[in-house]
């Protein structure tokens, strides 16, 4: 078994709110420098740079694992990833039909720029891709799920945004794959205070929108090789595939 | 002013819950956060809100709330009616926005 330093949520330049620094190119260069070895790409209600993002990753040693952050129905954000570009093309087509479609204001919002490897602009979504999708957790979780994907709901103890703030607690019988707590907690702190999750899988992420926050969180995955099945058996706790939140 | 004449006055569809009709209503609370409405709602008042998952229910018992006023003609899934129903505590239905129902309930609870 091997252990594989992992970042699994992390904005590109395509979410208004991800800095104009964070180009898949950039992404990869400072995940490298950082010792990363598995990344997500989770842009809000998107995901048009995973695949520039896999490749990129791909040859400097990094397995990108390709999603969104998905803004539900009561507007709690959930981590949605998809191991091959038929089923991410397929949740994406979903999540178009779905999102509410609220114009753009840049000023207000920022940027949503889709780039190429060149860092050239090829494609800007007309609407705010932050707002909520016609879809509750449930939802969500059955259609990633009939795509054979993972479902992690995002920094599920933040004060906003989270299945915490939203719905008051983590529904008891909530179905999802993990879930992601901040980085303002260790998992021991946090199951004192939620001690019936102690079922679920954790991890811990960056959330970066910045280039320097890229790896400032992560945790340990402890598989054979960094690839979608082995990371969802690590979910799962099966086969001796863990998740450890600092290194042995 | 228990939830039968909140019903009738507000002409409110009951959508669930008819065990808990007699509830009496001492107030009311409107937000669609959970947590801040576990926060902060208090005993006997009715709630209006936009969300719809069966939390609202647990939250609704939790703080042992009068009934739950859902507005926009939303209808909740039948998870959360379920439990509404297990509860006792009525769901009630409006096709008017948050604004309007506020402030003709708060209107009825001062008369």
């Known amino acids: ?248 | 002013m228990n939830v039968n004449k909140l019903v009738e006055s507000l002409n409110l569809k009951v959508i669930s819950g008819e065990k808990g009709l007699e509830n009496e209503i001492c107030g009311g609370y409107v937000s669609d956060l959970l947590s801040d409405v576990m926060g902060n709602a208090e005993a006997g008042q009715a709630w209006i809100t936009l969300q719809l998952h069966k939390n609202i229910m647990a939250i609704a018992s939790l703080k042992e709330l009068a009934c739950i006023i859902v507005v926009k003609g939303l209808e909740p899934n039948s998870e959360t009616i379920e439990q509404s129903n297990l509860e006792g505590i009525p769901i009630l239905g409006t096709k008017s926005e948050t604004f309007e129902i506020a402030g003709r309930l708060y209107e009825l609870l001062q008369g």
């Open chain 1, 1 to 248: 078994m091997n252990c594989y330093k992992a970042d699994l949520h992390i904005h590109t330049v395509l979410s208004p709110c991800g800095d104009l620094e964070m180009s898949p190119a950039n992404i990869i260069a400072k995940s490298k420098e950082q010792g990363l070895q598995i990344i997500g790409i989770t842009d809000h209600n998107s995901t048009l740079h995973c695949r520039l993002a896999k490749k990129l990753g791909a040859k400097e040693g990094i397995f990108v694992l390709c999603g969104a952050e998905v803004t539900s129905k009561e507007e709690a954000h959930c981590l949605c990833f998809f191991e091959n570009d038929t089923e991410l093309d397929l949740f994406q087509q979903w999540l178009d039909e779905k999102i509410a479609k609220i114009p753009l204001d840049e000023e207000r919002f920022g940027y949503q720029l889709a780039v190429n490897e060149y860092e050239e602009i090829i494609y800007q979504p007309p609407y705010l891709l932050t707002s909520a999708i016609d879809a509750d957790i449930d939802e969500i979780y059955a259609k990633v799920h009939s795509l054979n994907g993972l479902f992690i709901p995002a920094h599920v103890n933040r004060p906003a945004n989270s299945l915490m703030s939203q719905l008051g607690f983590v529904p008891p019988d909530l179905k999802a794959d993990g879930l992601e707590i901040s980085k303002h907690i260790t998992k021991e702190n946090f199951l004192k205070k939620n001690a019936y999750l102690k079922r679920f899988a954790f991890i811990q992420s960056s959330d970066a929108h910045y280039i320097h926050l890229i790896g400032e969180t992560f945790c340990m995955f402890y598989l054979n090789e960094p690839s979608f099945a082995e990371i969802s058996m690590a979910l799962a706790n099966e086969n001796g595939r863990h998740i450890k939140m600092t290194p042995d």
